[in-house]
């Protein structure tokens, strides 16, 4: 049972551009949500978080959006820089444990 | 500092052979974490140890899974009579617990190839 989705397997984006990535959840109690970047053969790395009390957070060029009633989160990159070509994946928590989803491939085009 | 590591990174082995996955916590962080991905998928969440408690053993596949963590710190996820269908990347995370457990810290992985 995915309780976390998220629907596009990969996106491109010309280099400069805006990335916007979704993510929907099915689990109302989920409190905290995570993006994660994932570079081939690493573990994933933490990007950025928001907490269910706030509707976005921001941290340079990452922005995270929280739509609490549509349960749905969203991450933009802007401007989308080469390096940021990675699979991002989108995380949810309830407690101490964490739901991911399947992955967005993100390929930045020069 | 060091980062979580896991070994091996690659493991190749026969259908019905058992398996040892080995994870190295950051030192300092009570909580640790296994999960698989398998190919197309998300993360699954596996088992969770804090500190002296009792794991959260709910996301065990099956009774052939099964972790131990020793002295609070390295972690081992053995896998008994090795299946095709437990081919997957292994992933550890640790984070330091607490209001911070959200913030997890991965290891590269181990693949484990089932033939």
């Known amino acids: 049972d995915q309780q976390v989705k998220q629907n596009s397997p990969s996106l491109s984006v010309q280099e400069g551009r805006i990335s916007i990535l979704n993510c929907d959840y099915t689990n109302s109690m989920f409190d905290y949500f995570l993006w994660y970047k994932k570079y081939p053969a690493e573990g994933p790395t933490f990007l950025i978080s928001i907490s269910s009390i706030k509707d976005k957070n921001e941290d340079g060029r990452f922005t995270v959006f929280l739509n609490k009633s549509a349960k749905h989160l969203s991450l933009h990159i802007v401007p989308s820089q080469p390096g940021d070509s990675a699979v991002y994946f989108c995380?949810?928590?309830?407690?101490?444990?964490?739901?991911f989803g399947a992955g967005t491939t993100v390929t930045v085009r020069a | 500092g060091a980062g979580v590591s896991q070994s091996p990174s690659n493991k190749v082995t026969e259908k019905g052979k058992d398996v040892e996955l080995r994870c190295d916590p950051i030192?300092?962080?009570?909580?640790l974490y296994w999960y698989r991905q398998s190919l197309g998928q998300g993360l699954e969440f596996l088992i969770y140890f804090q500190g002296n408690s009792a794991p959260d053993k709910s996301g065990l596949p099956s009774d052939r899974f099964s972790a131990e963590r020793t002295g609070g710190s390295v972690s081992t996820l053995t896998i008994q009579r090795t299946q095709q269908e437990d081919s997957a990347v292994y992933l550890c995370?640790?984070?330091?617990?607490?209001?911070?457990?959200?913030?997890?810290?991965f290891g590269p992985g181990t693949r484990l190839t089932v033939t």
């Open positions: 995380a949810a928590a309830n407690d101490y444990k964490l739901s």
């Open positions: 030192s300092g962080h009570t909580a």
């Open positions: 995370a640790s984070s330091l617990g607490g209001q911070s457990t959200y913030e997890q810290y």
